[in-house]
C-alpha cells in the first residue's frame, strides 16, 4: 500500500512541475520582446556590416518586431533574412532569459580581389564564395587580373584543393587556381605582405607581382602551389640579407628544389 502511495505522490510531483514548467513557457511567450542586442563578428576583416543593416533586414519580416510577443518571433524566418546579405557567412538568432533577441552574426572574410576581363570586379572570400564590391569600403587583399574570362555570379562557389595535380590543371577553372593560390599565400604573414597580385597570363601561367621591387615572380600553373611559395618565402628570407636582389627582373618558382634569377 505504502509503495502505492509513494507511486502516487510521484506522479503528482511530477504532473505538477510539467504544469509550472508549461505555464512558465506560457507567461515567457506572452511577454513583449525587451530589445534587440546585434554581435558582429568581422572576422579580421575591414566592416562590410553594420547593426543598421541587419536592423532593417529584421524590420522585412516584423513590421514592429519590438512591440511583439516572444512567441510570435519567428527566429527561422530572421536568420534567413540575415543571411540576404552576401557578406554575411553564419548567423543565430535567439531571445534570452530577458526576454531580448540576441543575434550573433559572423561576416565573410574576402581572400582575393579578382578583375576579369569583361571589366567586372569582385572578391573571393576564404570560403570560395563570391561577393560584390562594397559600395563605401575596400579591403585591402591581393588583386588578380590578366586573362580571367569567368564571370561574377554571386551564387557560385569556387572548389577548395588541398593540392592540384598537373594533370588536374587543365580540368579545374582559372579562378579556382587562383583561388588555391591565394589560399597559401594568405596562410604565411611574410607571403601576405610579399605578393600584391596575381597576374594571369593565360590560363597555365601565372605571375606574382611583389609590393616591392620591380623584378616579376614566374609562378607558372597552379600545380605544386604550396612547394613553390615555400621556396620563394625561404628565398626572400635569405637572400635579402646576402645579395643584391635589385639586379634580377624575374625569379622563376617553374624548376623543383630551387628558384632561377634572371638578370636585368
Given at each position: 500500500m505504502?509503495r502505492?502511495i509513494?507511486?502516487?505522490v510521484w506522479?503528482?510531483?511530477i504532473i505538477?512541475i510539467i504544469?509550472?514548467l508549461?505555464y512558465?513557457?506560457?507567461?515567457?511567450?506572452k511577454?513583449?520582446?525587451?530589445?534587440i542586442?546585434i554581435?558582429i563578428?568581422?572576422?579580421g576583416s575591414?566592416?562590410l556590416i553594420d547593426?543598421?543593416?541587419?536592423?532593417?533586414?529584421?524590420?522585412?519580416g516584423?513590421?514592429?518586431?519590438?512591440?511583439q510577443?516572444?512567441g510570435?518571433?519567428?527566429?527561422?524566418m530572421?536568420?534567413?533574412?540575415?543571411?540576404?546579405?552576401?557578406?554575411?557567412?553564419?548567423?543565430?538568432a535567439f531571445?534570452?532569459?530577458?526576454?531580448?533577441?540576441?543575434?550573433s552574426v559572423?561576416?565573410?572574410q574576402?581572400?582575393l580581389r579578382?578583375?576579369?576581363?569583361?571589366?567586372d570586379s569582385?572578391?573571393v572570400d576564404?570560403?570560395?564564395?563570391?561577393l560584390?564590391?562594397?559600395?563605401?569600403?575596400s579591403?585591402?587583399v591581393?588583386?588578380?587580373?590578366g586573362?580571367i574570362?569567368?564571370?561574377?555570379?554571386?551564387?557560385?562557389?569556387?572548389r577548395r584543393f588541398?593540392?592540384?595535380t598537373?594533370?588536374?590543371c587543365r580540368l579545374?577553372?582559372?579562378?579556382e587556381?587562383?583561388f588555391?593560390i591565394?589560399?597559401?599565400?594568405k596562410e604565411?604573414?611574410l607571403?601576405?605582405?610579399?605578393?600584391a597580385q596575381?597576374?594571369v597570363a593565360?590560363?597555365?601561367?601565372f605571375e606574382?607581382?611583389?609590393r616591392i621591387?620591380d623584378?616579376?615572380?614566374?609562378?607558372?600553373?597552379?600545380f605544386?602551389s604550396k612547394e613553390?611559395?615555400?621556396?620563394l618565402r625561404?628565398f626572400?628570407?635569405e637572400a635579402?640579407?646576402?645579395?643584391?636582389?635589385?639586379?634580377?627582373k624575374?625569379?622563376d618558382l617553374r624548376?623543383?628544389?630551387?628558384?632561377?634569377?634572371v638578370k636585368k
Amino acid at each position: 500500500m505504502k509503495r502505492k502511495i509513494k507511486i502516487a505522490v510521484w506522479i503528482v510531483v511530477i504532473i505538477g512541475i510539467i504544469a509550472a514548467l508549461k505555464y512558465a513557457d506560457y507567461r515567457f511567450k506572452k511577454q513583449e520582446l525587451n530589445e534587440i542586442i546585434i554581435d558582429i563578428d568581422i572576422n579580421g576583416s575591414e566592416p562590410l556590416i553594420d547593426e543598421d543593416e541587419i536592423r532593417e533586414l529584421i524590420q522585412q519580416g516584423h513590421d514592429s518586431i519590438q512591440d511583439q510577443e516572444v512567441g510570435q518571433i519567428d527566429l527561422q524566418m530572421i536568420e534567413n533574412l540575415i543571411m540576404t546579405n552576401p557578406y554575411v557567412l553564419s548567423v543565430n538568432a535567439f531571445i534570452n532569459m530577458d526576454a531580448s533577441l540576441e543575434i550573433s552574426v559572423k561576416q565573410r572574410q574576402p581572400l582575393l580581389r579578382i578583375f576579369n576581363s569583361a571589366g567586372d570586379s569582385y572578391y573571393v572570400d576564404y570560403e570560395g564564395a563570391l561577393l560584390p564590391l562594397h559600395p563605401t569600403t575596400s579591403v585591402y587583399v591581393p588583386i588578380a587580373s590578366g586573362k580571367i574570362d569567368g564571370e561574377f555570379l554571386p551564387s557560385l562557389t569556387y572548389r577548395r584543393f588541398d593540392t592540384i595535380t598537373e594533370d588536374q590543371c587543365r580540368l579545374v577553372l582559372v579562378e579556382e587556381k587562383l583561388f588555391h593560390i591565394a589560399e597559401f599565400i594568405k596562410e604565411d604573414s611574410l607571403l601576405s605582405e610579399l605578393v600584391a597580385q596575381i597576374y594571369v597570363a593565360d590560363a597555365s601561367h601565372f605571375e606574382l607581382v611583389p609590393r616591392i621591387g620591380d623584378h616579376q615572380i614566374i609562378f607558372g600553373d597552379a600545380f605544386d602551389s604550396k612547394e613553390k611559395l615555400t621556396k620563394l618565402r625561404y628565398f626572400y628570407s635569405e637572400a635579402y640579407r646576402q645579395y643584391d636582389l635589385g639586379i634580377y627582373k624575374a625569379f622563376d618558382l617553374r624548376y623543383r628544389n630551387q628558384v632561377v634569377c634572371v638578370k636585368k
